[in-house]
T-cell receptor, first 112, second 115 residues
Framework: KQEVTQIPAALSVPEGENLVLNCSFT??????LQWFRQDPGKGLTSLLL?????REQTSGRLNASLDKSSGRSTLYIAASQPGDSATYLC???????????FGTGTRLLVSP | KAGVTQTPRYLIKTRGQQVTLSCSPI?????VSWYQQTPGQGLQFLFE???????NKGNFPGRFSGRQFSNSRSEMNVSTLELGDSALYLC??????????????FGPGTRLTVL
């Protein structure tokens, strides 16, 4: 059974810092891995998707890496801003169907 | 292109009642998945529908059911509500063709409170 863990559970940083969020999964047989952002009481916004054959993806200040063999992914946020404050979730897609297995999330607070 | 929409956004029900939630996917998407989010269990997969057929199902009791219409809109039904069903219910749509880059796009969710 696929299990996804995110560390740390919460993170508080001052504006401008670069930071790394971690995601680990137990079964390396995945189709892809997605990083999402969730604002309080809201739905999920897809940030980045990494295919199982890829090592990393970049979008603006965000960079996500994937090491499938070790079951790890990291989300790097450069020059953090207060608007980055949210919960960040990683999710793996174990197979061909659309089921996603989510991690527990990292709650990020960026203070001005 | 309009995003995924869910109605209603908020619901308050009492134990024993039943509830129906609705999800309209992004135009052209044929797959709709449903997830339950609670503080204790996090985000858990309920089921997925593709072309009006349930294609995958999570570990939830039979009180949770769904269906999909020919226009890809989907409904989820929960019967005999329990206090533990209080949660944010999210639906997600995708092309559903199983490709490695097939991204799921989520709606804003329906907040269900069971009293």
């Amino acid at each position: 059974k696929q299990e996804v863990t995110q560390i740390p559970a919460a993170l508080s940083v001052p504006e401008g810092e670069n930071l790394v969020l971690n995601c680990s999964f137990t079964d390396s047989a995945i189709y892809n891995l997605q990083w999402f952002r969730q604002d309080p009481g809201k739905g999920l916004t897809s940030l980045l998707l990494i295919q199982s054959s890829q090592r990393e993806q970049t979008s603006g200040r965000l960079n996500a890496s994937l090491d499938k063999s070790s079951g790890r992914s990291t989300l790097y946020i450069a020059a953090s801003q207060p608007g980055d404050s949210a919960t960040y979730l990683c999710a793996v897609r174990p197979g061909g169907f659309q089921k996603l297995v989510f991690g527990t999330g990292t709650r990020l607070l960026v203070s001005p | 292109k309009a995003g995924v929409t869910q109605t209603p956004r908020y619901l308050i029900k009492t134990r024993g009642q039943q509830v129906t939630l609705s999800c309209s996917p992004i135009s052209g998407h044929r797959s709709v998945s449903w997830y339950q989010q609670t503080p204790g269990q996090g985000l858990q997969f309920l089921f997925e529908y593709f072309s009006e057929t349930q294609r995958n199902k999570g570990n939830f009791p039979g009180r949770f059911s769904g269906r999909q219409f020919s226009n890809s809109r989907s409904e989820m039904n929960v019967s005999t509500l329990e206090l533990g069903d209080s949660a944010l219910y999210l639906c997600a749509s995708s092309l559903g063709q199983g490709g490695f880059t097939d991204t799921q796009y989520f709606g804003p969710g329906t907040r269900l409170t069971v009293l």
